[in-house]
């Protein structure tokens, strides 16, 4: 088992900034990927990016490119997710989620993932 502990969300003004961090039990470079998923009261659970951890790829989903960044911190098993220029569209629950034993075959599709956070909020206003 994994455990996944989200941290950084919080309330900000539109054009702030957060930073999301992603603590994992297990050690990330054990993973093969690991990303964010978003979900507001409106819609179904959104991908927002994911790091493919072996070769640091990055893939973000077109809403946040130029915006959001991901990094790790293997020492810290750790991955951040440093959110800039935030809109009022990007409130939501974001989830941290990860892949370990299995492929990472396709970064969007939460059921790729096989372990999950519980969460943490973040609320931009205009």
């Known amino acids: 088992q994994v455990q996944l502990v989200e941290s950084g969300g919080g309330s900000v003004q539109a054009g702030g900034s957060l930073r999301l961090s992603c603590a994992a039990s297990?050690?990330?470079?054990?993973?093969?990927?690991m990303g964010w998923f978003r979900q507001n009261s409106r819609k179904e659970r959104e991908a927002v990016a994911t790091l493919y951890i072996g070769g640091g790829s990055t893939r973000y989903t077109d809403a946040v490119k130029g915006r959001f960044t991901l990094s790790q911190d293997n020492a810290k098993n750790t991955v951040y997710l440093q959110m800039n220029s935030l809109k009022p569209e990007d409130t939501a629950m974001y989830y941290c989620?990860?892949?370990?034993?299995?492929?990472?075959?396709?970064?969007?599709?939460?059921?790729?993932?096989?372990?999950w956070g519980q969460g943490t909020q973040v609320t931009v206003s205009s």
């Open positions: 297990r050690d990330i470079y054990d993973a093969n990927c």
């Open positions: 989620a990860a892949v370990y034993g299995r492929s990472c075959r396709d970064w969007s599709v939460a059921s790729t993932y096989n372990y």
